[in-house]
């Protein structure tokens, strides 16, 4: 079965840093993208950046460019979304996903086809 | 960037109803389009993909349509378990941005 299993919820403090984790199974995890969305308490998603797990190419949303880091251990089939010093706004559900691809006459197109659990991360003095 | 919005944002309708949501991108983005659903307290879960290909798995009553800046997302016959939040999402270019949403909900 093909599964991308998140890391537990996190409470933290302003100020500290933390690294949240989304290992892969099921699947070849150096053959796909990995991205994170963010989704804010009552709010909508928000994509925030991708890493390609096989040579660890990132690419970041500019809302988020800087604020996070997105990392991968490919011999763990893990894939890592951090932050250095947390902010209470940053106080959030935070879901990894597997950027599935298919390749059509009309194009080549990629989506969100498999998706984790999500981590709570809530940041609060 | 390119900035989808949806329309509605939410939606009251009854089990059986035919219901249309619509989303449409800032610019073109031609079948570059995908459609997900997220129950409350669940992750997404992809439906269409590239503007109307069903993603394996899903039933056939959901179907997508549309190219360019306009697109629709259409339930032909609302069950219990399609109440639910809808999101679109471009893949035409980084960062590929999703739609603010719409809130599917019983009438």
């Known amino acids: 079965e093909v599964q991308l299993v998140q890391s537990g919820a996190e409470v933290k403090k302003p100020g500290e840093s933390l690294k949240i984790s989304c290992k892969g199974s099921?699947?070849?995890?150096?053959?796909?993208?990995i991205g994170w969305v963010r989704q804010m308490p009552g709010k909508g998603l928000e994509w925030m950046g991708i890493i390609y797990p096989g040579d660890s190419d990132t690419r970041y949303s500019p809302s988020f460019q800087g604020q996070v880091t997105i990392s991968a251990d490919k011999s763990i089939s893990t894939a890592y979304l951090q932050w250095s010093s947390l902010k209470a706004s940053d106080t959030a559900m935070y879901y990894c996903?597997?950027?599935?691809?298919?390749?059509?006459?009309?194009?080549?197109?990629?989506?969100?086809?498999?998706w984790g659990k999500g981590t709570t991360v809530t940041v609060s003095s | 960037d390119i900035q989808m919005t949806q329309s509605p944002s939410s939606l009251s309708a009854s089990v059986g109803d035919r219901v249309t949501i619509t989303c449409r991108a800032s610019q073109s983005i031609s079948s570059y389009l995908n459609w997900y659903q997220q129950k409350p307290g669940k992750a997404p879960k992809l439906l269409i993909y590239a503007a109307s290909s069903l993603q394996s798995g899903v039933p056939s009553r959901f179907s997508g349509s549309g190219s360019g800046t306009d697109f629709t997302l259409t339930i032909s016959s609302l069950q219990p378990e399609d109440f639910a939040t809808y999101y679109c999402q471009q893949s035409y270019s980084t960062p590929p941005a999703f739609g603010q949403g719409t809130r599917l909900e019983i009438k």
């Open positions: 996903a597997r950027h599935g691809d298919t390749a059509m006459v009309t194009g080549y197109y990629y989506y969100m086809d498999v």
């Open positions: 099921g699947y070849s995890f150096t053959s796909y993208w």
